[in-house]
C-alpha cells in the first residue's frame, strides 16, 4: 500500500516536472533563458521563480474554497430573519472589511502565535511554537475574502425573486433541495463577475504573505534582486508573472461566465 | 337593518406567541457570544499589558503616523484624479494609438499587486541611479515617502480613469441626443449634461477608492515608511506587545467608518433631487 502511494506521488511529480511551463523540459526559462540569470538549476535564479509562482498560485486556490464556503454561509446568516445573527455577521465584515490585508495577516500571524504558545503551555510543551506562513496567509486572506465574498453573494440573493422559493414549494421541494436546484444555480451565473473581482484581488493580495516569510513571487524576485543587484529586471518579472495569473484567471472566468449562460438565448 | 345597541366590552390583546427557539436564534446568540467573549477577552488583554509610560511613549507616535498616513493617501487621491483625465479620455478616444497606450496603462496598475509595484519603484529605479541623478530626480527617488507617493499616484490614476470612464459611458445616449436636439454645442452638452449625471454613479466608486487607498497604504510600513503601520511595527518590534497591532487596527477601523459614513451622507445628500 506504502509503495503503491510512493509510486503514484512519483508519477504525479514526474508528471509535473514534465508539463512545468518555467523550468520543465519546455518550459521557457529552459528554452530561452538558459545563459542569463534566469537559468533553471544553480547557475540562475529561474527554478527559484519558478517555485514562488507555484506557492502564489496555489495559495490563491487554497483560499479561494475556504472564503467561498465561509461567505456562502455569512451570507445566508444576514438574510436570516434572526436579528442577532444579522447583528454578529455584520460586525464580522464592518471589521474585516475596513482592516488593511496586511495588518490582518499580522494580527493572524502573530496572535495565533501567542494563542497556540498558551495552549501548547497549558497542556506542558514548553517551547517555541512556530505557526505555518502558508497556513497563518490561508486564514487571513480566507477571513477577509469571506468578508467580501458574502456581501457579494448577497446582493446577488437579493436580485433573485421571490417567486423562485415559492416555486420550489409549490413543486413540494425540501429546503435544501430548492437551494441547490433552483437557487444556486441562478446565484452563481448573478455573482460570477463581482466573484471574478474578488478572486484577482486575492492573487494581488497573496503578495502579501512575502512579508511574513512565506517564499511566493515576491519573496523569490526580492532574494534574488537583492543577491544579483539587478532589482528592476526581477521585480519587472515579479510584475509580469502576476499579469499573467491575471490574464490566465480572466481567460477562465470569461469561459466560465459563456458556460453559466449557456442556457440564455442567443439574442 | 340591525344595529348595535351595546358596546362590546374591550378584550385584553392576545397573549403574545411564543417565539420558537431555532436554531438560526440559538446560531445567532452563540454568535453573538463568541464576539461578546472576544471582546472582553481582548479588553483584558490589553488591560493586563497597560502602561501609562507606554501609553506616553508610543501614543504620540501612533498620531504622527496617523498624520502621514492621511496625507500619503489625500495627495496622492488628488494627483491621482489629476493624472487620471487624460488616461480616461485615452481610454474612451477613437484614435488606436492612444486607447491601446491608456489600455496597457491601466491594465498593468490594476493587474499588478500595489506592493510590487511600489517595490518595482523604490528598489528597481535604484538601478537607474546615474541616469536620474544626470536629471537631477536622485534626492526625490531614494526617498521612501516620495517612492511611495509616486507609486500610489500612478496606481490610484489607473482605478479613478476606469471610474471615470465607466461613469461617463454609463449615461444614456438619450442625454448626448437631447443636448445635440437642443442645439448645445459639445463641450456644452459634456460638461453641464453627461458630466454632472456621470459624477453623481461616480460618486460611490470614488470614496470605495479612498478606502482601498487608506487601507493599501500600510505597504509603504515594509519600505521603512513610518505611517500608522510602520510605528505600529516598530512598536511591537520594541516592546512585543501584542496590544499594538490591535490599537492601529481600531484606528483604521475608525478611518474607515468615518468615510464610510461620510460618504454616505453625501450620497443621500447630492441624490435628494432622484428620490420618489
Same mark, same amino acid.
Given at each position: &500500500?506504502?509503495?503503491?502511494?510512493?509510486?503514484?506521488?512519483?508519477?504525479?511529480?514526474?508528471?509535473?516536472? &514534465?508539463?512545468?511551463? &518555467?523550468?520543465?523540459?519546455?518550459g521557457i526559462f529552459r528554452l530561452f533563458a538558459q545563459d542569463t540569470l534566469l537559468a533553471c538549476g544553480d547557475t540562475g535564479w529561474g527554478d527559484e521563480i519558478a517555485y514562488g509562482f &507555484?506557492?502564489?498560485a496555489s495559495l490563491a486556490i487554497c483560499t479561494l474554497p475556504i472564503g467561498l464556503f465561509f461567505g456562502f454561509f455569512i451570507a445566508l446568516a444576514k438574510q436570516s430573519e434572526e436579528k442577532s445573527l444579522r447583528l454578529a455577521t455584520n460586525i464580522y465584515t464592518?471589521?474585516?472589511?475596513?482592516?488593511?490585508?496586511?495588518?490582518?495577516l499580522f494580527i493572524v500571524y502573530y496572535g495565533l502565535q501567542i494563542v497556540a504558545q498558551q495552549v501548547m503551555a497549558a497542556i506542558g510543551y514548553e517551547g517555541q511554537v512556530e505557526i505555518n506562513a502558508f497556513i497563518a496567509g490561508m486564514i487571513a486572506l480566507g477571513v477577509v475574502f469571506s468578508a467580501y465574498c458574502s456581501e457579494v453573494l448577497l446582493s446577488a440573493f437579493k436580485a433573485i425573486s421571490r417567486g423562485q422559493y415559492e416555486a420550489g414549494d409549490a413543486l413540494g421541494l425540501h429546503r435544501g433541495k430548492t437551494m441547490r436546484l433552483i437557487i444556486l444555480p441562478q446565484l452563481v451565473r448573478i455573482a460570477l463577475p463581482g466573484l471574478g473581482n474578488l478572486w484577482m484581488a486575492l492573487l494581488k493580495d497573496t503578495a502579501l504573505v512575502s512579508v511574513i516569510g512565506l517564499p511566493d513571487i515576491l519573496r523569490q524576485t526580492g532574494i534574488a534582486a537583492r543577491v544579483t543587484k539587478n532589482a528592476f529586471e526581477f521585480f519587472s518579472i515579479a510584475c509580469l508573472l502576476f499579469l499573467i495569473l491575471a490574464m490566465l484567471s480572466s481567460l477562465v472566468f470569461s469561459a466560465l461566465e459563456r458556460w453559466t449562460k449557456r442556457s440564455e438565448t442567443v439574442r | 337593518m340591525s344595529h348595535a345597541e351595546t358596546m362590546l366590552p374591550a378584550l385584553p390583546p392576545p397573549p403574545e406567541a411564543l417565539k420558537r427557539y431555532t436554531f438560526s436564534r440559538l446560531l445567532g446568540r452563540?454568535?453573538?457570544g463568541v464576539w461578546l467573549a472576544a471582546s472582553v477577552g481582548i479588553f483584558l488583554f490589553a488591560a493586563d499589558s497597560w502602561s501609562p509610560e507606554k501609553f506616553a511613549k508610543y501614543g504620540p507616535s501612533f498620531l504622527s503616523g496617523l498624520r502621514v498616513t492621511l496625507t500619503l493617501v489625500a495627495i496622492s487621491i488628488v494627483l491621482g484624479g489629476i493624472l487620471s483625465?487624460?488616461?480616461?479620455?485615452?481610454?474612451?478616444?477613437k484614435n488606436k494609438v492612444l486607447s491601446w497606450i491608456a489600455y496597457g496603462y491601466v491594465y498593468f496598475f490594476r493587474g499588478t499587486p500595489l506592493i510590487t509595484q511600489l517595490f518595482l519603484v523604490y528598489y528597481g529605479l535604484g538601478s537607474f541611479r546615474?541616469?536620474?541623478?544626470?536629471?537631477?530626480l536622485w534626492s526625490l527617488f531614494k526617498d521612501a515617502w516620495f517612492c511611495a507617493l509616486f507609486t500610489f499616484t500612478l496606481n490610484t490614476a489607473a482605478y479613478q480613469a476606469e471610474i471615470l470612464r465607466g461613469a461617463i459611458e454609463s449615461v444614456p445616449r438619450g442625454q448626448h441626443e437631447g443636448a445635440a436636439a437642443l442645439g448645445l454645442p459639445k463641450r456644452v452638452a459634456f460638461f453641464k449634461i453627461i458630466l454632472p449625471q456621470a459624477m453623481i454613479v461616480a460618486l460611490r466608486p470614488y470614496g470605495n477608492e479612498i478606502i482601498l487607498m487608506?487601507?493599501?497604504?500600510?505597504?509603504?510600513?515594509?519600505?521603512?515608511?513610518?505611517?500608522l503601520m510602520g510605528e505600529t511595527r516598530r512598536a511591537f518590534s520594541r516592546t512585543y506587545d501584542f496590544q499594538m497591532y490591535l490599537w492601529a487596527a481600531v484606528l483604521y477601523l475608525i478611518m474607515v467608518e468615518i468615510l464610510r459614513n461620510l460618504w454616505a451622507w453625501i450620497e443621500t445628500r447630492l441624490t435628494r433631487h432622484l428620490k420618489r
Open positions: &500500500m506504502q509503495a503503491a502511494f510512493a509510486a503514484l506521488s512519483s508519477i504525479v511529480s514526474w508528471f509535473a516536472s &514534465m508539463i512545468d511551463p &518555467m523550468c520543465g523540459p519546455i &507555484m506557492i502564489t464592518t471589521i474585516f472589511r475596513g482592516l488593511p490585508e496586511l495588518l490582518t | 452563540a454568535l453573538l483625465l487624460p488616461i480616461a479620455y485615452g481610454r474612451m478616444t546615474p541616469y536620474l541623478e544626470a536629471v537631477g487608506i487601507k493599501g497604504s500600510a505597504i509603504v510600513a515594509i519600505v521603512t515608511v513610518f505611517d
